[in-house]
């Protein structure tokens, strides 16, 4: 019955027409991290939080379906006030693409443990008080087949306006840079991540391109061969000590280990 669930969210995202920009993402001759060309990644969201009487950008997010954000579940602290902001690509200014909605429901997903992160299940579903209004500026991108896995060295993109570099500012323009897949085999060897890094995981980049703090819970964004780009991965964690370390690449939630419980909520709720 859940495999069938899952096929008719996954009909239903097609229909909804995902993974497909108007806006095609510059994807030539990216190496380090440089500004991403507008909407070109129309899903890509702002996770804002309430300070004061002001809203601050604290996360990335993927638009997966008409009124479901995916984030990390690292990204939701009880009691902080969030909402998220469609069709950003300048924070220094109102563009007119924006839109903002609250959030009417925050699903962490049960097993996650902000003191235990090396345990995996960091993800967080959000669903919007109402649908955006799809245009060439906000659009969803397509969840991967149940328990698919990327061939080494496959060829992502990871979005976001996470510091430019281990303590540096924060990009007022969404950002992007290509983050070759690591297979888990090389991801979990004693000098990489070792046992830091689950199966349900999955490592991308490393040493001179990685993701940084404020880039947590934006996607890992993967062509697929039908010419679509899937979610393949929601940013967990870096190294600690700085944020593109040698052998210590970005990781990501799978999202293909998690395509049962992702469908359980979104029926669900």
């Known amino acids: 019955m859940l495999k069938a669930a899952v096929l008719l969210l996954l009909h239903a995202a097609y229909v909804f027409g995902c993974g497909t920009p108007a806006v095609k993402p510059d994807v030539g001759r990216v190496v380090n991290g440089e500004d991403a060309r507008p909407h070109s990644w129309p899903w890509q969201i702002s996770l804002q939080v ?35 902001v469609l069709g950003e690509h300048d924070m220094s200014q109102q563009e007119g693409s924006e839109q903002v909605r609250d959030i009417l429901r925050i699903i962490v997903h049960p097993k996650w ?101 404020g880039d947590s819970g934006g996607p890992l964004n993967c062509l697929g061969g039908d010419g679509r780009w899937y979610v393949q991965g929601v940013t967990s964690f870096v190294s600690s000590r700085v944020c593109n370390e040698a052998k210590k690449p970005t990781v990501f939630t799978r999202v293909s280990a998690f395509t049962d419980w992702l469908s359980e909520v979104m029926l669900q709720y």
């Open 113 to 213: 443990d902000i003191d235990h992160v090396a345990n995996g299940n960091d993800l967080a579903l959000l669903k919007l008080d109402k649908s955006p209004v799809l245009n060439d500026s906000v659009g969803a991108a397509c969840l991967p087949e149940a328990e698919e896995i990327l061939a080494h060295g496959t060829a992502c993109y990871i979005s976001g306006w996470g510091n430019l570099y281990t303590h540096g500012p924060m990009p007022d323009k969404l950002q992007q840079a290509l983050l070759p897949v690591v297979e888990h085999s090389v991801c979990s060897r004693s000098d990489w991540w070792g046992i830091n890094v689950k199966s349900t995981m999955i490592c991308a980049g490393g040493d001179v391109v990685a993701g940084c703090n």
């Open 50 to 84: 309430k300070h004061g009487s002001r809203y601050h950008h604290t996360c990335g997010g993927t638009l997966i379906g008409p009124r479901w954000v995916l984030t990390a579940g690292h990204c939701i602290w009880p009691g902080d006030v969030y909402r998220v």
